[in-house]
């Protein structure tokens, strides 16, 4: 009696891959992501320093902003997990935003989303990085 060949139409699209590690995730490998992302902190960086001076008492996410920038900075955070903070904070620094920041009110309203939908998204591992001062 002959084998019959048992593979699916998955198993052969699945077999061009090879090593699931060697998958290239947006045509980047791991080492161009990291590259990519070490360049996108430098950015942070540079700017959030100046964007936080002029936002200045306009919005009430500064303490988010500098417990996100800690994070970022934790040695120990693995730079995948960082990536995502870093993805937030350049929209922050942004000038170009759904609502531009010049608009009198409503103009931080993008912002305060995309910092709060992070927040939400990281929950509890956040808290050692605020202030010893602020309360959760």
Do not use: C
Request: glycine share 6%.
């Amino acid at each position: 009696m002959s084998e019959e060949n048992t593979n699916t139409d998955e198993d052969i699209y699945f077999d061009e891959f090879g090593e699931l590690r060697e998958l290239d995730f947006g045509g980047k490998s791991e080492d161009q992501a990291k590259e990519e992302y070490e360049r996108k902190e430098e950015y942070v960086e540079e700017n959030l320093w100046y964007k936080l001076e002029r936002a200045g008492k306009r919005i009430s996410f500064a303490k988010d902003i500098m417990a996100l920038y800690r994070y970022m900075k934790d040695a120990l955070v693995g730079w995948h997990r960082k990536a995502i903070v870093i993805a937030a904070l350049i929209y922050f620094i942004s000038p170009v935003d759904t609502i531009p920041d010049l608009a009198p009110l409503f103009g931080y309203l993008d912002d305060l989303g995309v910092i709060s939908a992070l927040l939400k998204f990281m929950g509890s591992e956040l808290i050692p990085y605020y202030d010893s001062g602020y309360r959760v």
